[in-house]
């Protein structure tokens, strides 16, 4: 008897139906794959609810807690997963399910979930703060780029670059920017562009799958970015999502191209930098030309520049004290001087007598005891007494020699030094109205009036010419009206 028999001749409840069909389905464990699209995860749930799909079927899962959260993956949208578990019925309901026992992503899905660990991991380790960021150099002398030597990446770079601020130097790695070995050949790249000078780092390459930008992934490149001692600007053309290397460089460009533009000022912000340093410098200009004119004008208000005679008054005043000191001085010195010369002159005079005496008396009185003592002594002694007073008296003489030539010579130099001495030899002094002694001719001027003082008196002048001889001593003829 086949089992549509069975079934016509003994029919079953829904109940039994039911729960014949769930014991059937759940002897079957199977293994599947499929992108969830519907999604419901509520807190209180039991479960968690979604439906996995293909190009043509759906199907309705449900996976419980305590499976849902050892498996560690946060299901989205849009993932594709692989699903192991079996079919079961939900009898009150009529619906059947798929009780999923483990989950893993496939594919990309499980590429994503490495990569959102990665970031993480590195965003609590604050590799991805946004107070670690360095701003950009806003005129940068060297720019570095590292990406592939082949394609269109570096040539949309140099082209941009050159165009809107060709001032700036380049330094270009290239390096492969897919495959196992694409992250430790641009970290090597990276450090070549930083060593030959650069001030910032691009690091760029073209569209591609997900796949295809896992080196930008790489949690070494990651590293040796965020410890890069220059700015580092990604350019990475996968815009609906963020690499590694975007979240942890200092600036995330959408494209190469925006990268290049990025890192050097536009056109229009060079022209408003120097514009507002034009205005800051002609200001600051002005403000020191005006200061300095105020200056100026304080300076040109003192004395010291509206009375020429201020800046040497006090020197001119200490020299006319001086001169007329001098003036007076001379008279007195020289009137000093010979009143002091006839003292001396007088002294030696009453001195002379006096030395001579003192040394004749001696012998005189020594001479008197000596014939007093001796008597009439024999002739012998006599005579060697008068050889002996010979001798003292020749001493005595010869003593005063020396002293009557340093008196000659002293009252010589005296007289010679006397003014009045000059005078007498028939020179003269002339002087100005102000007393100045001349001494060269061309400190007169002819009808200038001068006094001329001669031995015995004085002479007022006046100059009528002026002759200028070549010997040692000028004469000039004076002549009286």
């Known amino acids: 008897m086949t089992s549509f028999e069975q079934a016509d001749s003994a029919p079953l409840s829904v109940s039994a139906a039911m729960a014949r069909a769930k014991g059937a389905l759940e002897q079957v464990t199977i293994k599947l794959v499929g992108e969830v699209s519907e999604l419901s995860i509520k807190p209180g749930y039991k479960a968690a609810y979604f ?25 989205t949208v849009g993932q594709l997963v692989e699903l192991t ?54 005129f940068p002398d060297v720019v570095g780029v590292v990406t592939s030597p082949r394609g269109s990446v570096i040539h949309d770079i140099l082209r941009t670059m050159r165009l809107h601020f060709p001032l700036t130097r380049i330094v270009f790695a290239g390096v492969p920017v897919e495959g196992a070995q694409a992250a430790q050949a641009m970290v090597s790249g990276m450090n070549c562009v930083v ?3 650069a001030e910032l780092v691009i690091l760029g390459r073209g569209g591609g799958s997900f796949e295809d930008y896992m080196p930008f992934n790489d949690e070494q490149l990651a590293r040796a970015i965020a410890a890069c001692p220059v700015p580092v600007v990604t350019g990475i053309g996968h815009e609906p999502d963020n690499t590694i290397a975007d979240m942890v460089s200092d600036l995330r460009a959408s494209t190469p191209t925006a990268a290049a533009g ?6 229009e912000r060079v022209q408003e930098i120097f514009a507002t340093r034009e ?41 006319d004290y001086a001169s007329d000191r001098l003036m007076r001085a001379i008279p007195d010195n020289l009137a000093r001087d010979a009143q002091q010369l006839n003292h001396i002159t007088s002294r030696l005079v009453r001195l002379m007598p006096d030395q001579v005496n ?31 007073c010979e001798r003292l008296t020749l001493r005595a003489t010869s003593l005063l020699t020396p002293f009557d030539q340093r008196l000659s010579l002293g009252a010589s130099r005296l007289h010679d030094l006397s003014p ?35 031995t015995n008196g004085e002479l007022d002048c006046n100059v009528m010419d002026i002759a200028h001889i070549d010997t040692d001593i000028t004469i000039l003829e004076d002549h009286n009206e």
């Open 195 to 197: 060593n030959a000078g």
């Open 358 to 388: 003192r040394f004749s008396q001696p012998v005189a009185r020594a001479n008197e005891l000596l014939s007093y003592a001796l008597g009439h002594a024999t002739s012998a002694p006599q005579t060697q007494l008068d050889r002996y």
């Open 279 to 319: 205005a800051s410098l002609v200001a600051a200009i002005q403000r020191k030309l005006d200061r300095a004119a105020l200056q100026l004008e304080r300076y040109a208000d003192r004395t010291l520049f509206t009375d020429a005679q201020a800046l040497f008054a006090n020197q001119a005043q200490t020299l």
């Open 262 to 267: 990025a890192v050097i000022p536009a056109k």
């Open 85 to 138: 578990g079996r079919f079961t019925l939900y009898a009150a309901k009529g619906r059947m399910n798929f009780d999923v026992f483990s989950i893993t992503l496939a594919g990309e899905g499980d590429l994503r979930l490495k990569v959102a660990n990665l970031a993480k991991k590195l965003e609590a380790e604050g590799l991805m703060d946004p107070a670690r960021k360095r701003p950009l150099p806003l």
């Open 51 to 75: 439906t996995v799909k293909d190009q043509s079927a759906a199907l309705p899962c449900m996976m419980w807690n305590n499976r849902y959260v050892a498996s560690g993956i946060q299901l």
């Open 420 to 454: 009045l001495t000059i005078l007498s030899r028939g020179y003269a002094v002339a002087r100005t109205e102000t007393g100045q002694v001349v001494k060269d001719v061309d400190q007169v001027a002819v009808g200038q009036a001068i006094r001329v003082t001669l």
